[in-house]
């Protein structure tokens, strides 16, 4: 009889890594596992460190995909499987997705569904193709609100709410006791500036690090028109461009910076899981 398939939506976070190890150590030998990683060419070099360390210290065996954008054609993301030696750092795939779907925003929240979404299930369909698989995602018991509402349907788990539960205090005092961990503050997050992050972040992560906001500059300048839409589309809230918010850092000081600290991001924190909240999942382009 065949063991029950999960697959393990590795984000590259403390807590999806603690999830990753739990399942390894208690279901490794009752289930057939995959660990997969989705880089968008925009992770922080930190986390790529964060995924290989946690790889081999546990032996997960992480499979590292990027989206390969269809162009040409009706057809929605594949994948390409990479190394962390040969992952991109420059943005590559995340500059093929805005190619073709143009820049996310709120309003065009498509990132996740083709730099992470989309090569996960393709890479996954090729294993698996009878789809008779389990995902497990790595979201807390503290954020039961990040939960799908059709998680069954979906076949989506989380362990750490369910099987496993844990709250944020408990990961991260896990992580205390191993002689290593993901050395990013939660501000900066796996991808420092995403979109999803409160205005407040955004001009923190700023005054620290200006350099990680040119990739996002440089999408605004080059394909503004990109994708569907009425054209001179830009990243953050408030419809502001990246120079918007460079500006905004000159003239704001430190106590004044905005955002509320409370439900700020909308679910971004430090990484992005890709499965944890309610959105279209798959855009199949061949049947729209």
Known sequence: MRKPRLFVSFSGGRSSAYMAQWIKRTMGETHDLL????NTGQEHEETLKFVRRCDE???LGVVWVEAAVQFGARVSTKHRVVTFETASRNGLPFEHVIQKYGIP??????????LKLNPMYSYVDSVWPERDY??????RVDEQRRRRKD???TRIVYPLMDWHPIDKEDANAWWEQQPFTLNLTERQGNCVWCWKKSDRKHLLNLADDPESYEFPDRMEKLYPDAGAGNGGRVFFRGNRSTQD???LSQIVIPDERMGSRDDEDGGCSESCEAFGEQQLD???EEAA
Request: hydrophobic fraction near 55%; charge should be negative.
């Open 35 to 38: 660990f997969v990683f989705a």
């Open 57 to 59: 210290a546990f032996g």
């Open 105 to 114: 925003n709120q309003k065009f929240p498509h990132c996740t569904r083709e």
């Open 134 to 139: 389990q995902i497990a995602v790595g979201l």
């Open 151 to 153: 998680a069954d349907f």
């Open 245 to 247: 918010l460079i500006a």
């Open 282 to 284: 798959l855009f199949d």
